[in-house]
């Protein structure tokens, strides 16, 4: 879809190049360029989703001069500029959608913009500052790494069989015992995507326990079996995931020992590939020396869910009155949703009020296949007594049949994962022990 849209905008944007340079007197003319400062904002805030092949589901490229001056993919009548313009101060549907950008940046922006656009000295392309991704990537030594293996075996890699599961379609969980200490917190997070044909998302989640008759170095379909009760989200990754490497003050809380750790792999072979041997999971650094502050996880979301036949933006609210009696620092949200999730977001009500609501995170167009992490806006918000958060997930439904809560594909999930310090701090007080925050 995506892809196909982009086509469509260069075709636009070559057709609208060859009309400028057959009005030009022949012999060949500079490119267009986006001035240097205009060039600075966009890449620090807009090109890693609106790059030439736009990820995250942006409907088009902010990364040359000539995309600018394109039309715009939902509104043809005007051109990109004047809806950049128009999004950039969009309280509703803001862009960039998460962090906002400074008055500095946005004065950079509206100047320009105001002028019409107009090229002037500075880059070609914009280019996406990709950071690199892998354990190989990473400041520091790895120390520890949970990965996909065959059934009792971790030294052999797991082998897919062809037509498994639902149509190819699987969710199978590794088994470790915690390898931690009770002092010990990661530091950082590398993903090894070793199969990428197959290899759909994974997250790693900490647990007390284990299903009846699983046990350690176990491979099993979590699918159909599901998750132990006691598992909370430890790390993920999805299409577009990032090596994650926390600052000096922090440390993300890790299983002790008795504990343990899944590694939850969703694959999706749907082309029947029967080479799949697939060692794909997580590499991470820890420390045995706490750091200031500890960061653990959060579940906010609802278990609530029961989307009608044909429903079209159907909403399920959950709500979080944390039991909390000091501030609470959230630096991240983890959404997630199944395939008829249309978007999520969570809100913070000062002190529980409508009139005092502040974004924590809006997606406004989910896509099953780039689940990512948001930070938090400006890197922290912090919660204080008496706040509440707000989860509103929305789903179409195009089935004959309710879709309820649940771990399989075709069921649905509302959460979002938050990362906060202190560890454990915000959850309810019946919530507590499994990092819940659902009133
Ligand atoms: C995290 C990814 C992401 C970032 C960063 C981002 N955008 Fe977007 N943008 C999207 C998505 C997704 C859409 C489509 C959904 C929507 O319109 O809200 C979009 C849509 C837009 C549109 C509307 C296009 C149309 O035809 O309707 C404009 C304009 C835009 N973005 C400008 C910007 C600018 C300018 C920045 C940086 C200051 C930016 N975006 C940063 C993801 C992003």
Known sequence: MTTERAGRSWARRGAAVAVFLAGCQGGASDPETVPQDVADVIAAGCIDCHSDSPVSGAPMSLATYDAFHAAAVTQPTRSVYELVGTRIHDAARPMPPTTPLTSEQLA?????????APSGPGPARIEATATPVGPEHLPCEVTHEFRAHADGDLDTPFHLEPGAG?????TLCFVYASPFTETEQGTAFAPIIDDERVVHHWIIFASSTLPAGVEVGDVYDCGVQGMPTSATFLTGWAPGGQNTVLPETLGRQVPGPGQYVLLQVHYWNVRSYADV??????????????????????????LDIAI????????????????ITAPVTVVGSGPHMHQRGVSLRTEVLRQGREDQIEM????????????????APGGALILQPGDVLRTTCVYDNMDVDTVTFGERTEDEMCFNFLSAFPAGALATERGRARGLCID
Request: charged content about 15%.
């Open 308 to 323: 009608p036949p044909r429903a079209n933006d159907h909403e399920v609210v959950g709500t979080c009155t944390p039991a």
């Open 166 to 170: 639902n149509g190819g379609n699987q």
């Open 277 to 302: 041997l697939d060692t794909s999971g997580v590499a991470m650094c820890s420390t045995q020396t706490p750091r200031a502050n500890e960061i653990g996880t959060a579940t906010l979301g609802s």
């Open 360 to 375: 924590l995170v809006d997606v406004t167009r989910w896509d099953f296949d780039s689940q990512t992490s948001y930070p």
């Open 108 to 116: 950079i922006l509206d100047g320009w913009i105001a002028s019409g």
